[in-house]
């Protein structure tokens, strides 16, 4: 039983790497709630009145999916319940929340955090951290295409990613719940270039077989499960 989670910016590639990864692997993908998500689109027109209720809209969805992958067989999970705080802290520390919103998250966190110790598995196997520079972020956001992820429609959402972006390198600095790695999201296109996508393949079993979670001999034509 293999549990693997992404990490990464809005946009880094998450969902994509999560379906080829799980595809390749022959595992069991998991997606966050976005386009079914109805607090979303209210966060973006007004993230001071709605960021909390966001936060435990997605505590909550993670919380359920990671809950089920460490108690079901070989998963990817397309973003890890760790970055949760992340994201709140950032929109707190911009005075989107009050100091009781906060005080109520820790503990509702901190709560959610201690199931997962009775968890068969306590924590991920792997963590697959997407790095992305600012200006590949925007040009994926812009593929993507949701309205209100555009800096067209708010400008000062050109602040909130870059701040971001500053909080990802001190969380994935400090990351130790399982072992983990960076995968280059600028350099490896592995949406459009097979060659990166094999790049990014290979470092990826490769981590797993060092690891003992894949067996030195597996390839992608065995076909085998991971264990
Ligand atoms: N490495 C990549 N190279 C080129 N395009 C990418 C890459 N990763 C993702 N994309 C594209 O960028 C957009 C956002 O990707 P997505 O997987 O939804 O990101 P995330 O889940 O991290 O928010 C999608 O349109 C996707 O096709
Ligand atoms: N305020 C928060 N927003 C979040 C959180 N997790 C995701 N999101 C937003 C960011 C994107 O607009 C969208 C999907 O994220 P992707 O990284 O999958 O593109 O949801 C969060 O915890 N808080």
Excluded: C
């Amino acid at each position: 039983m293999t549990v693997i989670v992404l990490s990464g910016p809005i946009g880094a590639g998450k969902s994509s790497l999560t379906s080829i990864l799980a595809k390749y692997l022959g595992t069991k993908p998991f997606y966050e709630s976005v386009d079914n998500n109805p607090v979303l689109p209210l966060f973006y027109a007004d993230p001071k009145k709605y960021a909390f209720l966001l936060q435990v809209f997605f505590l909550n969805t993670r919380f359920r999916s990671i809950k089920d992958a460490l108690t079901d067989d070989n998963n990817v999970l397309d973003r890890s319940i760790y970055e949760d705080a992340l994201f709140f802290q950032m929109n707190a520390d911009i005075g989107r929340a009050t100091k009781e919103e906060v005080a109520t998250y820790y503990e509702l966190l901190n709560n959610m955090m201690s199931e997962l110790k009775h968890m068969p598995k306590k924590n991920p196997d792997l963590l697959v951290h997407i790095k992305v520079s600012y200006d590949t972020m925007i040009k994926r956001i812009q593929k993507r295409g949701r309205p209100y992820e555009q800096l067209s429609y708010d400008a000062t959402l050109e602040d909130y990613y870059k701040r971001l972006l500053r909080y990802y390198k001190p969380w994935y600095e400090k990351y130790d719940y399982s072992p983990k790695m960076e995968i280059d999201g600028d350099k490896l296109d592995f949406m459009t270039d097979k060659q990166a996508r094999e790049v990014v393949l290979d470092q990826i079993v490769a981590k797993l077989k060092e690891m003992g979670k894949l067996p030195e001999s597996w390839n992608k034509s065995t076909n085998i499960q991971i264990d």
